[in-house]
């Protein structure tokens, strides 16, 4: 098979695929016309499927030969943001029909893409010497529904899946390339809500009120200097407060304030870890010195970095020279955005990949998650193209792949979320 000839052929269904999910947007959890196209799209090649209640839909090829079993996973919700009719340079090709709600961060590509990915797979499944899980998951953008999705294929189809893969367009890599680099690639992180409790008092008298304002600030200017003292100086990391709440008026001291923020990290549990250790013993230390107390609203357990197995990245980054060429493989910087296809690669070796979408001419090129986010589409032939060469070169692969499974169950590993 000829995988990028294939791509080249099926680009125009990518780009209606891309096109109408892209004027229908729906946000987590609410991806109900998306499960309905995508069910009519599966019918129509003959892939039998299965609808995850609140979590998405697995499909399977099985391949005409025995062999090893892989995943291939794509996002499919928006983003409550509405949609700047205008990229960086002009107008976009299409815009969402749909007010305050866009895809804002590439997900109408992901789907786009698996969709054909599986058309391809399909059509050539006699030559396959394996089987092929599709997998498309709602609510990546924090609506957590992987904790449905994922232990349903692990408990209950009980699929011998190997290795799983997956693609993120990005707005800073150029289209036509890939990148496959092995390690962390995104970034794992927490995300905490608090609220304080104190006394309040009037303006006049804040000797005689337990201010939190007072408390927050010192908590804060704290949580500073954490980075530097507890943190080793060769880890990334990152954390902001963007959510504070507090008083009723000027003239009152306030009793109760809530905050909100989150932690990124490339290394959860050596650098976001200790942090975390240090802020929950700052937050006791400076609640007792300003009389006030704490409640903590919401901390779940963290999501770890998207970490690319080293293996898995040699296989994909040579089947990106083999069947589309040693120039479109390049080396993007890593990401600090959380990415729920870490629970994947926590449970199989795996890799996520950057499929290039950025094109100055185009106007592609501004960050996700903004009105003026827009995607170059010819990038989706290479993504394409890119993950079919891994699946097949992961299929014909007979070396050993090093990999330690997470030790804890699914559904705790799926429950993970910000």
């Known amino acids: ?50 609808v995850v209640p609140n979590g998405g839909i697995v499909g399977q090829i099985h391949g005409g030969k025995p062999g090893k079993t892989v995943l291939i996973r794509a996002d499919m919700d928006a983003l409550p943001i509405q949609e700047n009719p205008r990229n960086l340079a002009c107008e976009k090709v299409c815009v969402s029909q749909n007010a305050g709600v866009s895809h804002a961060c590439g997900h109408d590509a992901h789907t786009a893409m698996l969709l054909t990915d599986a058309r ?19 609510g990546e953008e924090g609506g957590g529904q992987i904790e449905n999705l994922l232990p349903y294929i692990v408990e209950t189809m009980k699929l ?23 390690g962390a690639v995104f970034s794992g992180g927490y995300g905490f809500t608090i609220k304080l409790h104190g006394k309040a008092g009037h303006g006049s008298r804040p000797d005689l009120a337990h201010s939190v304002l007072d408390c927050f600030n010192n908590i804060y200017n704290h949580m500073n200097m954490i980075r530097m003292k507890y943190v080793s100086p060769t880890e990334i990391l990152t954390f902001s407060i963007g959510k504070v709440e507090c008083g009723t008026a000027l003239n009152i001291v306030p009793d109760e304030l ?15 870890a200790p942090f975390m250790k240090q802020f929950m013993d700052v937050l006791e230390a400076e609640c007792k010195l300003c009389q006030c107390t704490y409640e903590i609203i919401s901390m779940r357990d963290p999501l770890f970095e998207n970490y690319n197995n080293e293996k898995c990245s040699e296989i994909a980054r040579n089947a990106v020279k083999k069947y589309i060429g040693e120039e479109a493989l390049t080396k993007a910087e890593p990401w600090m955005a959380c990415e729920s296809m870490q629970a994947y690669l926590k449970y199989w070796p795996g890799v996520i990949t950057f499929t290039g979408i950025q094109n100055d001419e185009l106007g592609s090129g501004a960050n996700h998650h903004t009105p003026e986010f827009d995607i170059d589409e010819r990038g989706m032939i290479y993504g394409v193209t890119a993950t079919l060469g891994y699946v097949m070169d992961f299929l014909d692969y007979e070396g050993e792949i090093p990999f330690t499974p997470y030790k804890g169950n699914i559904r705790e590993l799926s429950a993970r979320n910000l």
């Open 1 to 50: 098979m000829d995988i990028l000839k294939e791509a080249q052929g099926k680009f125009d269904y990518t780009v209606k695929m891309r096109r109408y999910l892209h004027q229908h947007p729906e946000v987590s959890g609410e991806e109900f016309g998306t499960l309905e196209v995508i069910k009519k799209e599966l019918e129509d090649m003959g892939i039998e499927y299965v």
């Open 258 to 272: 809530t905050f909100a923020g989150t932690l990124r990290t490339f290394n959860v549990e050596g650098a976001g």
């Open 120 to 138: 391809i797979l399909n059509e050539h499944k006699d030559e396959i010497n394996g089987n092929i899980v599709l997998c498309f998951e709602q």
């Open 160 to 182: 011998p899946i190997e290795t799983c893969v997956a693609t993120h367009v990005k707005w800073d890599v150029k289209a036509g390339q890939i990148s496959a680099e092995p």
